[in-house]
């Protein structure tokens, strides 16, 4: 097994948790915070399906499916492809109002099909290209993929808390 086998293994573990961790919920269970300021499941779902989003368009070097689609609609929230909820304040978390379920697993699975495509293709050479020289050591595109993947899998844990909770 290669690299990119191992990253195509996991990146395809990803859509079962975020399943799992939506499928059947209302809006307003997707909206339910477990205390003030806390993340929603909605807004979880949301924000890991954006990094996936905003990071694989950077490394392929196109607009993000956000930008091109209805998305930001779907999620009651204004088009700003800068909008990713990293920072997001207790105001903002409560602003991502997901029209349905279905959405958000609209949203990931567009995202997720594209991410698989852009790894299908890469070679043992792409994975060491450094892609963000602003970290000490460098990024490289392996790594961004593993962060990708580690950011999924703790928000989808995250969510299934939540809707645990709820």
């Given amino acids: 097994m290669d690299a990119k086998d191992i ?3 996991a990146l395809g573990r990803l859509p079962d948790l975020v399943h799992a ?3 059947g919920l209302t809006p307003e269970q997707l909206r339910w915070a477990p205390a003030p300021g ?9 924000h890991l399906t954006r990094v996936q989003d905003d990071h694989v368009a950077d490394l ?8 091109t689609g209805d998305w930001a609609k779907r999620f009651g929230l204004p088009a700003d492809s800068s909008d990713t909820g990293y920072g997001h304040s207790a105001d903002e978390v409560a602003a991502v109002a ?5 959405a958000l697993e609209d949203y990931y699975r567009a995202v997720h099909e594209r991410t698989l495509d852009f790894v299908a293709g890469l070679t043992a050479d792409d994975l060491d290209r450094v892609v963000d020289k602003a970290w000490d050591p460098p990024v490289t595109l392996g790594v961004r993929l593993i962060s990708v993947i580690d950011d999924d ?5 995250q969510a299934a808390y939540v809707r645990g909770l709820l």
């Fill in 60 to 67: 392929i070097g196109t607009d993000q499916l956000y930008a």
């Fill in 98 to 102: 997901p029209e349905s379920a279905q």
């Fill in 38 to 46: 806390a993340n929603s499941i909605g807004w979880l779902v949301w």
């Fill in 21 to 23: 961790a939506v499928h």
């Fill in 7 to 9: 990253l195509t293994d």
């Fill in 153 to 157: 899998a703790q928000h989808a844990g």
